[in-house]
């Protein structure tokens, strides 16, 4: 009899890592992350213009004790009653310009009946006293026996309709209104709000009241209220105060992961036009739902962002992904604010550019490219976004936050940008902003700035990446004619023609390099097979189809070999040196191929193309890789490099030295990151010592416990069910969630027929930390144990849950109830059914667990990306 994991529902702080795992699960599974309760812009009877919040809270009941005086407007003739939101708040009194109304409370809303019906512009007052235990939008996060040292905290989360759930209001983006902010908490605590900070009182009983203007209108999703003891750092950027919060105790992470702030608005205010608010806080909290918010002035982002000091120089761009997404939202979806749900992309997809922008100024082109050309293959991994247009209404049943409006339409925008040029972009977005700035838009407002402004119609271009679904699937190949010195280029588009998507009609560079030397020619494809005759001085050394990879595209390019290695080496930019990594890590039993990935992890210019290069020698295998990706770990000290490195020695089975090199890595190396990825790997080569070795590494000392973590997920890739009992030890409550996420993890994967550990992991469900209800509900799903349906489906009842939580566990009931090999209890639970496959007759891994094997080295690679895709993710929502 094993004892249960015993899970409940206190918490302790935030993990530096889950958020980013989940992110990835939520990618490479296809799960959408957020509902929106409506897809379409309300009808409005009133302009709310003004709310005056005063708050207090009983922290032992976890209560909000609230006054609301709410001024607004009269939009239509015959109005006879207002109508707010507001879910599971005790209403005790109501007032209507100072006279004692009546009131009702239904489905959801607050009814405040007129004495007359109003007229288009008359003006109200209306002051509404309430209490109540919010389900979401407000969270309590305190000490409690299994974490007593960890900092008291309150903070909100309104995206995208949960402010109502802790305040009675117009919960719809498409409203703006000014607001006054009272707050009164302990004495020792620290608040942050919308706004200018405008006095600090002292309320008597060891409590103050802090109170907030904000002078700038915004939407209620973007109201903010962060209470607690936090550490604080004070900054200023051209006479704006920049404030930086962490839970107390952890200060002295603000400056290393958040210094690069006030370089950021520089670079934005340049681009985009002045900075629009009165300041700019970022709060870091503990168990927060999401990664980031960026709430009007004051972003909320989640405390695994605060990195830790000795490991945040191994990240290439640290925590700018997500701090420069959340800031470019200050001027993108709170200045200028998406009209309704179906256009979210005007919020995340400029978000999203705004993260490559500065790490181009900032990091340098290359970088750039990387982050351009890594975001292009996962979103064509994202199979279910292909047949959805950028703007739809249609996602009842699935996700409106989704890598479309953050990934694709980062990279719509960046389109744009190379085929009008920087100038006339960079213009036309500021004419966006001025002529939108403090209100709503939709898609076609972006359209008719754009044009407004370069004179450049764009129609098309929105029609189809806009309006319109998927990208284009190129099938390439070339002749060379040498007495009429003329190559023939082949372009078919080979993308299934249904429903949204269409052929594409896309202005491409085509690079041709002779001995003479390169030249650029400008063609356009628009038809479904077409033929282009190019001229060339003598048969190409090299042909490039989109010259730098400027299009969100796949292309299959019909070349030997020997113009592959031509490409690797001699390319100018990144993305063509890669795709030739890539294409060349395909072709098997090539010493010559070897050798040139081999120069290219050695010596090329770029880390990007050096990690791509190692990547690719560890597909191919066979003893000349390995040789090579051996010495390639000692030559590369860069820790980003040298973790691909490592990695990708753990694809390469059947070498000792492999081993050997590995557990040397794990116990001794100047990088963490490298020493995690070294677990990880050797948990997938199922060494006869590995057990052992992870064991060693759980038992170790290091940052944030940053290599036990990695030992515990690599639990789950070893396989070995003697690492039961230290897994459940450290998924118990009390353990760091980080660690308890990690363990839990990997028990999903081990004692699969144990119907005990079924249930442990089940009763994890109801634990109210995020990433550990997260990590429960996939164990469930890999183990493939069908009794759990039962606990899953009495999850989908809970009102607190997060809002990717729904989805996700109606997909893990789906695969247990329809497992992918067809047995009743079959199947692990990451991947979509029908893209699953059973264990090969020859005990091969399945498909499946290669894919959580690819997650868990993803993991260590890529953490600093990660860490802020879906930079946000979204809040409860039932």
């Known amino acids: 009899m094993i004892t249960a994991v015993p899970c409940n529902s206190n918490s302790s702080r935030s993990c530096p890592a889950f958020v980013a795992i989940w992110a990835l699960l939520a990618i490479f599974i296809a799960a959408p992350r957020l509902f929106a309760d409506e897809p379409y812009a309300r009808s409005r009877d009133y302009d709310l213009q003004h709310s005056k919040i005063s708050m207090r809270f009983d922290l032992q009941q976890k209560k909000v004790l609230g006054e609301v005086i709410h001024s607004l407007s009269i939009l239509r003739d015959g109005t006879s009653k207002i109508v707010f939101d507001s879910a599971g708040l005790t209403i005790q009194k109501v007032t209507v310009n100072k006279s004692g109304a009546k009131f009702e409370t239904a489905a959801e809303k607050l009814i405040v009946p007129l004495a007359a019906a109003a007229k288009a512009g008359d003006k109200f007052e209306i002051t509404i006293r309430y209490e109540g235990k919010p389900a979401k939008g407000m969270y309590f996060i305190l000490p409690d026996k299994d974490y007593p040292d960890r900092p008291s905290q309150i903070w909100t989360q309104g995206e995208s309709e949960d402010t109502h759930y802790y305040l009675p209001t117009y919960d719809y983006p498409n409203d703006r209104l000014t607001t006054e902010t009272f707050l009164t908490v302990p004495a020792s605590w620290i608040t942050v709000s919308n706004g200018k900070l405008m006095s600090i009182s002292d309320a008597g009983k060891g409590l103050k009241t802090w109170y907030w203007k904000e002078s700038v209108p915004s939407s209620t999703y973007l109201i903010t209220v962060v209470a607690g003891e936090f550490d604080e750092l004070k900054d200023s950027w051209h006479g704006i105060p920049l404030t930086y919060y962490a839970p107390k105790g952890r200060g002295d992470r603000l400056p290393i992961n958040y210094g690069r702030t006030p370089a950021m608005m520089e670079l934005f205010s340049k681009k985009f036009g002045e ?160 002529v939108n700035r403090g209100k709503n838009v939709v898609s076609a407002d972006l359209a008719k700035a754009i044009e407004e402004s370069s004179h450049a119609n764009v129609d098309q271009f929105f029609s189809q990446w806009v309006y319109g679904a998927g990208a284009p699937k190129f099938d390439l190949s070339y002749t060379y004619d040498g007495e009429k010195h003329q190559v023939t280029l082949a372009v078919k588009q080979t993308q299934k023609i249904e429903g949204h998507v269409g052929l594409f009609r896309v202005p491409v560079e085509v690079e041709i390099t002779t001995t003479s030397g390169p030249k650029l020619y400008n063609i ?132 000792p030295a492999i081993t050997v090199k590995l557990n040397a890595i794990a116990k001794q190396d100047d990088s963490y990151r490298a020493r995690g990825a070294a677990l990880q790997a050797l948990g997938r080569l199922k060494g006869a010592d590995a057990l052992a070795t992870l064991e060693a590494a759980v038992a170790s ?66 634990e109210s930390h995020f990433s550990v209800r997260m990590a429960a509900i996939y164990a469930l799903g890999a183990r493939g144990d069908a009794t759990a349906i039962p606990a899953l489906e009495a999850l989908l009842k809970i009102d607190d849950l997060s809002i990717e939580m729904v989805p996700m566990i109606r997909g893990q009931i789906a695969r247990l109830k329809k497992p992918a090999d067809g047995r009743p209890s079959g199947g692990h639970g990451y991947g979509d059914a029908d893209e699953e496959s059973s264990e090969s007759a020859a005990g091969g891994p399945s498909a499946t667990e290669q894919r959580l094997e690819k997650l868990e080295r993803l993991l260590q690679e890529m953490s600093e990306r990660l860490k802020s895709m879906e930079k946000r993710l979204p809040p409860p929502k039932e």
């Open 701 to 766: 000392d290091s940052p944030d416990g940053f290599l036990r973590n990695a030992a515990l997920r690599a639990f789950g890739s070893l396989a070995d069910d003697k690492a039961v009992p230290l897994l459940l030890q450290w998924s118990a409550a009390g353990k760091p969630i980080d660690s308890r996420t990690a363990a839990i993890n990997s028990l999903g994967r081990l004692k699969k027929d144990d119907k005990d550990i079924t249930k442990q992991i089940a009763d994890c469900l109801v």
């Open 524 to 655: 356009t494809v628009s038809k479904d097979k077409q033929a282009f005759w190019l001229p060339a001085d003598s048969a190409p050394l090299m042909v490039l189809f989109d010259k730098g990879g400027h299009i969100l595209k796949s292309a299959e390019f019909h070349k030997e070999k020997k113009e592959w290695l031509y490409q690797m080496k001699n390319a100018a930019d990144l993305a063509d040196r890669a795709d030739a990594a890539v294409a060349l890590g395909k072709m098997k039993n090539d010493e010559e191929v070897v050798a040139a990935l081999g120069e290219a992890l050695r010596g090329d210019k770029a880390w990007g193309v050096r990690a791509a290069a190692a990547d690719a020698l560890g597909q191919l295998d066979g003893a000349s890789a390995s040789k090579l990706l051996l010495a390639g770990v000692d030559s590369h000290d860069v820790p980003w490099v040298r973790t691909r490195v490592v990695n990708a020695l753990g694809n390469i089975k059947a070498d």
């Open 275 to 434: 900075y629009p608010w009165e300041k700019y806080a970022q709060a870091m909290v503990d168990d927060f739902v999401a990664g980031g918010m960026e709430n009007s002035s004051a972003t909320t982002n989640n405390s695994s962002s605060l990195t830790h000091p000795k490991l945040a120089p191994e990240y290439a761009t640290g925590e700018d992904d997500l701090i420069s997404h959340e800031l470019g939202h200050q001027w993108f979806g709170d200045l200028v604010t998406t009209k309704d749900w179906g256009n979210v992309w005007l919020n995340e997809g400029f978000a999203t550019f705004t993260e490559t922008m500065w790490t181009e100024a900032h990091y340098g082109k290359d970088q750039a490219d990387n982050q351009r050309w890594t975001n292009r293959r996962e979103w064509f991994q994202s199979s279910n976004l292909w047949n959805k247009p950028l703007v739809r209404h249609d996602f009842d049943d699935s996700s409106e936050f989704d890598e479309n409006s953050y990934n694709k339409g980062g990279w719509i925008l960046y389109m744009l940008r190379h085929q009008i040029g920087d100038e006339a972009f960079y213009a036309g977005i500021k004419h966006y902003l001025e």
